[in-house]
């Protein structure tokens, strides 16, 4: 069962400076476009290869996301992650363009 986060609970944890890894489940290229603050870069095919290194803490509060609703990148990653034995793993199913709707920070790597 996929846990779920909204993007304002994203951005309460975020301005409070709460512990919280985030992860953009896309391509390399959108994610330096623009992405959430403070994000890492793990493609959902790359999720098995790259999170041993890069998470390396299993009871972490990791969000994962993805471009939309209509992306499923963030739904694999998540799946992958949970089967991989991390605890706290939540997708924030909206994603990155529901988080630009709301006119909030991205970073950008260009």
Known sequence: M???????QIKEKLDSN???TIIEAL???YFDAEHLPG???IPHDETQARAPDMLPD???FIVVYCAST?????KIATDTLQHMGY???F?????????LEANFQVESTQ
């Open 2 to 8: 996929t846990k779920t986060i909204t993007r304002e």
């Open 18 to 20: 709460e512990p919280m």
């Open 27 to 29: 391509p390399q290229k």
């Open 39 to 41: 994000a890492l870069n």
């Open 58 to 60: 299993k009871d972490a």
């Open 70 to 74: 209509d992306c499923r990148n963030s």
């Open 87 to 89: 605890s706290n793993v």
């Open 91 to 99: 997708e924030y199913v909206e994603g990155k363009k529901h988080w």
